[in-house]
């Protein structure tokens, strides 16, 4: 079973649509790490969510840890196709190991 | 900082034969780790590097492969007898324990070695 769930899997929207993606679990994080991979690429990290019910934005993105620090989101405002890409949302089980979900391949129609 | 490189960057071998791959991390990040992708999937974890410790081994990870990372620099992960299931994107990462409090360090990964397994 995988320790963080992804959804949904794949979306393909309009270049100026808006769009979000959620990264959900039955544990318990002390943080959660978003990053985006593009084709041919490793994983570049967006951001590290840490406290409950934070909210980061990251110029068009924002994201939100949940209340309970079970859960976060990605919200997109204004998709460009730039932000095309496989959204992976990671989280430590223990202090080495960082572990991923299935991810969100996001595709940006011009 | 000359990021985390990984050679080479596509391997196409016969099932059956042996490969290695070669990860030379940030130089002064003393955790390495090897994960594998599968199209459309996110990264799993297969193994992980404390210096030159060789400190878990997932599962995943079968008797035909080996990771080794001598003098805890660059590290190599060996597959032999290769078979078609191996076909994979494998990412080296890497970190920096103590540079921020473990659980939200982030990993610096490489862009990967693509294996195909004919």
């Known amino acids: 079973t995988q320790l963080l769930e992804q959804s949904p899997q794949f979306l393909s929207i309009q270049e100026g649509e808006n769009l979000t993606v959620y990264c959900n679990s039955s544990?318990?994080?002390?943080?959660l790490q978003w990053y985006r991979q593009e084709p041919g690429e490793g994983p570049v990290l967006l951001v590290t969510v840490v406290t409950g019910g934070e909210v980061k934005k990251l110029k068009r993105l924002t994201f939100q840890f949940g209340d309970a620090r079970k859960d976060s989101s990605l919200h997109i405002t204004a998709a460009q196709p730039g932000d095309t890409g496989l959204y992976l949302c990671?989280?430590?089980?223990?202090?080495?190991?960082?572990?991923f979900g299935a991810g969100t391949t996001v595709t940006v129609r011009a | 900082d000359t990021g985390v490189s990984q050679n080479p960057r596509h391997k196409i071998t016969k099932r059956g034969q042996n490969v290695t791959f070669r990860c030379d991390p940030i130089?002064?990040?003393?955790?390495l780790y090897w994960y594998r992708q599968t199209l459309g999937q996110g990264p799993e974890f297969l193994t992980y590097?404390?210096?030159?410790?060789?400190?878990?081994k997932s599962r995943l990870l079968s008797d035909r492969f080996s990771a080794e990372r001598p003098k805890g620099s660059f590290s190599t992960l060996e597959i032999q007898r290769t078979e078609q299931g191996d076909s994979a994107m494998y990412l080296c990462a890497s970190s920096l324990a103590g540079a921020a409090p473990n659980r939200i360090s982030p990993l610096h990964f490489g862009n990967g070695t693509r294996l195909t397994v004919t």
């Open positions: 130089s002064e990040h003393n955790r």
């Open positions: 544990s318990v994080f002390s943080s």
């Open positions: 590097f404390q210096n030159e410790a060789q400190l878990e």
């Open positions: 990671a989280a430590y089980s223990n202090d080495y190991k960082l572990s």
